[in-house]
Nanobody
C-alpha cells in the first residue's frame, strides 16, 4: 500500500496549484481519502476528505471555497485543486487513507491507516 503525493511548488499569493496523490496497492473506491497539511511549528490539520462513494466531501473552514478534490479512477489518483492561495497555506501536504467516515477523519487523524510522505507547498507574499 502506497500513497505518493506530487505537485507541490512555490507560488505567489493568489496563485493556484494542483496536488496529486497516486495510490498503489489499493483503490480509492474502497477508502476515504483525505488531505492533511502541517505548517512549520503547527500541528497537522485536516484539509479535505472525500468519501469512497464520491458523494460526500468535507473541507476545513480555512480552505472552503478555494480547494476542491477530484479523482481519476483509471489512474487511481486523487487530486487537490487549490486556488487563491495565501501565505497561510504554506505547509507540507499529506495524502491519507482511512476506512472511517469523513466526519471522523476531519476530526481526528487517529482514523488514518495509510499516509503519504508529503509534498511542500510554499506561498510567497
Amino acid at each position: 500500500v502506497q500513497l505518493v503525493e506530487s505537485g507541490g511548488a512555490e507560488v505567489q499569493t493568489g496563485g493556484s496549484l494542483r496536488l496529486s496523490c497516486a495510490l498503489s496497492g489499493f483503490h480509492f473506491d474502497n477508502w476515504n481519502i483525505a488531505w492533511f497539511r502541517q505548517a512549520p511549528g503547527k500541528e497537522r490539520e485536516a484539509v479535505s476528505c472525500v468519501a469512497r462513494s464520491g458523494n460526500d466531501e468535507h473541507y476545513g473552514n480555512s480552505v472552503k471555497g478555494r480547494f476542491l478534490t477530484s479523482a481519476d479512477s483509471a489512474e487511481n489518483t486523487v487530486f487537490l485543486q487549490m486556488t487563491n492561495l495565501k501565505p497561510d497555506d504554506t505547509a507540507v501536504y499529506y495524502c491519507a487513507a482511512s476506512p472511517s467516515q469523513c466526519v471522523v477523519v476531519m476530526a481526528t487523524e487517529r482514523s488514518i491507516f495509510h499516509w503519504g510522505r508529503g509534498t511542500q507547498v510554499t506561498v510567497s507574499s
